[in-house]
């Protein structure tokens, strides 16, 4: 609902005949919104947001009564609201009841930054909480969402899946070594698919290891020697400059995720792997280099006879 006076439109006619119309036209208009004012107050709300636009006199109106008012609130942000505190989202406000209104603990306007934010704090129905990134730069920022968005899903993933694996390129290392085994007791072709398929999963533990600032070489050496001894939990450790017990230090991943990620590359991989070669057309190619030949400036008169 919008609280505030609306500006006639360009083609609005009203037709008067005395100046007390006017002023009866004018007070019945002041006398709507104070009505919707009036019913607001009257719930004994102290937070009003509004999806449309709240004027100055709504502001000023709800100031002088103790009432915070935010105007033009974003719709996800309005329900989301309103499933923490349990409040109901209204179209009107006739019939106001407190029914309709929702609790929290506290609430307050913060500066953060460049930015004010407004906190609920205590919600008795919020199953979520919000988070604030702050940083020097937007591509800092954009990262750090990304990243923390990755290990939010990642959790909420281990937390459905009951099966998990060792990360930071344990599972990798150790499908490797199964797989290098393997192929050793195959003769023919097949060996040099599966050799290669097994140096293909050790990209994973050497990209964590270039992005870490290590040296891969030497990480990819160690993790060679410890799962030939038998440590299949063994991945790369960011935070030490080495490698680790992944199982020990609680660095998991859900299964599932490693199965869809393996079969999906797979799956790439045979489609490139598929294309045998690419059909062009030799004749479009060859109208569009005379075009080019002749350029916007070529002459396009009536040829000589």
Known sequence: MELELKSEKDNAEVRIKDVADYQAFVDAEWKIIYDKLDAIVATGAKVVL??????????????DRDIFCAGRVAEDDMERVAKATGAAVQN???DLITE????CG????VQVGAERYNFFQECPEAKTATIVLRGGAEQFIEEAHRSLHDSICIVRRAMKHSYIVPGGGAIEMELSKILRAYSRTIAGK???VINAFAKALEVVPRLISQNAGFDSTDILNKLRQKHAAGG??????ILNDGICDTHETFVWEPSNIKQNAISSAVEAACVILSV???????????????QAMR?????????MR
């Open 50 to 63: 509004s999806r449309l636009a709240i004027g100055d006199l709504a502001t000023q109106y709800f100031a």
């Open 92 to 94: 009107t406000c006739s």
């Open 100 to 103: 309709v209104l929702g609790k």
């Open 106 to 109: 506290s609430f307050e306007e």
């Open 190 to 192: 097949q060996q040099l």
């Open 232 to 237: 299949k939990y063994f991945g790369v450790d």
């Open 276 to 290: 045998d070669e690419t059909v062009r057309n030799p004749k479009s190619e060859t109208d569009s280099g005379q």
């Open 295 to 303: 350029g916007p400036g070529a002459m396009r008169g009536r040829g």
